[in-house]
């Protein structure tokens, strides 16, 4: 098998375009897309192609996480906070050629809240009463209820316009508003945009764009000494960093990601049902040696399901405070003992290598750990769909995410009324206050229920070519937005 | 009579991994099972006399446990070639050119046909990754290569006049062949024994490096390998050390299993003397 990986990087060192011109570019990536419709596919990797470079929405993320114009050049809210009216900027047509005005809008709105809709984050738009178009550049929305992040819902890679002729083939050949076009996608191997060059708004600097998927972190590292990519914006292997820092040929870019990295606990699953079992688990882990030691330093340590860069985080790692003793009097008090749970790890290296120190953790609690390695597919079968596990480790890359905890049917099967309850009251909220005083609550109560082991905000190492200006240092979505990267002549 | 060279060397080099993988039953300098982040990556000193790897552990105990793990799962996978393998080869020569003989020579065939470690990750793919996965996949293919080694060796004995004695004297295949076969290809089987031990080795190793062999926390020299990979610019011991015991372990047993040959097959012994 050896012989195997090292051919694969011996490809990988060949069949790359030579360095050229200085008007394309070459990232690297971990994962393949498995489709390129973001309006129909869960996978961060979709966004990761797409987001502003193929498809655009009403407004976007900026690289700071702020919500800027998209689409819409501009909107007004009405004093009641129920009717959101989007000017659309003039000119914008898809790839195909076709005009996109408010009619697209509402078909993609439509679409996206529909019964039937296969959008993965339908709670996006369930807000939304009623799409009106007013005129061409012209299209009003109306709320159930006001809502202050409606904006930012209309950021999200999921709420991307698309046009009634080709959403339904979009997942294989994309025709967004975006700055670039699908030129070519060789599947297991790479996605190439091309510049396009009837967009509306500034045409990016770059000519040609290509993905490149490299699963293994080794030839991951291969390809970017040979040059063969010129950006890996998520670096799989963190080991590596210190060595590019010390090339002056590469930058590394180290931000802070949406991707909160919880120990995942199945509280349907006897016996972490017990709340005191979920505590016992939590106390027993010690962050930094997980963040040291599967990150090699990177990541901040969280308390809780919520970004450390948003402005209303609270730092709650006090209440899951490091305490094997305290972890084995609550197993006591549950009465649990002789304990083996079963730990699904998908590939990351922050599950496969975190699992394997928290294991050790748990061992010193008393908890035994079956550890099982497994593929994407075969963890999203059987953990996520199949809600068959006991502890999995993963991270949450979208967004203000922590909505999934009112949601009883998630995979780990977190079912309480009074979060549902708090989660509803924060939706039908506008005013900035009481958000962030709702926020604040919805922290506090998952930290005290012990729903997850929250471990440790996922950092974004990235290794660049120091001549590279515009990738984004920090990761608000996970998006490679390229409409900003240059080449440093 | 005079040992060969390759077998005192194999020996004694095969013999250190087994007498490091028995002692550390009793003994290792550090736990295997407790990681201590603080200590992540140390060069080697007093105290770490390999060093530690990426989560703190002792690559010296890691790498004693890790030959448990080897020997262990490559141990079963000959015991089971052995047990089915010979039983079947014996049955073969015995009633030479009957069906029973084509069925077991051709069942061997077929396995025979197929690449074996593509196999061993097949199974072990389908049942689940696990040690004992591991060992069957190994296992299975050490059958046919003992049925046939036994045949061969005992379609030759059974010309004898010897036999043609035994079988004059009443005596059924059955007894034949344990009594009189048996013994006079032993010294085929321990031979292809330690070959067949050294490829265990080898496919335990290649097995736990993608993932399907002993699953963590058990320490493989396979798995070392595999986390290593990413640190072989940072810390290149970390790969170069389990890389050494396998080939140090597998280039031991091949010397051993050719001195062996030369010691105990009389053929052979004649020839240079």
Redesign the interface.
Known sequence: ??IIRMTAAALALGAGPALAAQDTITLGMQLEPPNLDPTGGAAAAIDEVTYANIFEGLTRFAADGAIIPGLARSWDISEDGLTYTFHLAPGVTFHDGTAMDAGDVKFSLDRARAEDSTNAQKALFAGIADVAVIDPLTVRITLSAPDGGFAFKMAWGDAVIVAPESAETNAAAPVGTGPFKLARWVQGDRIELERHPDYWGAAPALSKATFRFISD??AA?AAMMAGDVDAFPVFP?P??L??FKADPRFTVIVGSTEGETVLAMNNKQKPLDDVRVRAAVAHAI?R??II??AMFGYGTPIGTHFAPHNPDYIDLTGISAYDPEKSKALLKAAGVSDLTLRMALPPPTYAR?G???I??QL??IGITT????MEWAQWLEQAFRGKDFDLTIVSHTEPMDIGIYARPDYYFQYDDLGFQALLALLDNTSAPEARSGLLKAAQGKIAMDYVNGYLFQLAKTGVANAKIKGLWENAPTQANDLTGVTWEE | MRWPVQLIIGAILSGLFVLAAAASFLWVPHEVSTLSIADRLKPPSARYLLGTDHFGRDILSMLMVGARTSIAVALVAVGIGVAAGVPLGLAAAARRGSLLDEIIMRGNDLIFAFPSLVIAILITAVFGPSALNAILAIGIFNIPVFARVTRGGALSIWTLDYILAARVAGKNALRISAEHILPNILNLLIVQGTIQFSLGILAEAGLSYVGLGAQPPTPSWGRMLADAQTMIYTAPRLAILPGLAIVGMVLGLNLMGDGLRDALDPRLRRARE
């Open positions: 098998m050896r972190p080794n590292f292997a080991e590596t210190e060595q010690n930094q040696d040291d030691g290598r699992g394997e120190i294991a050790a061992r010193e079956e550890i099982t390695n």
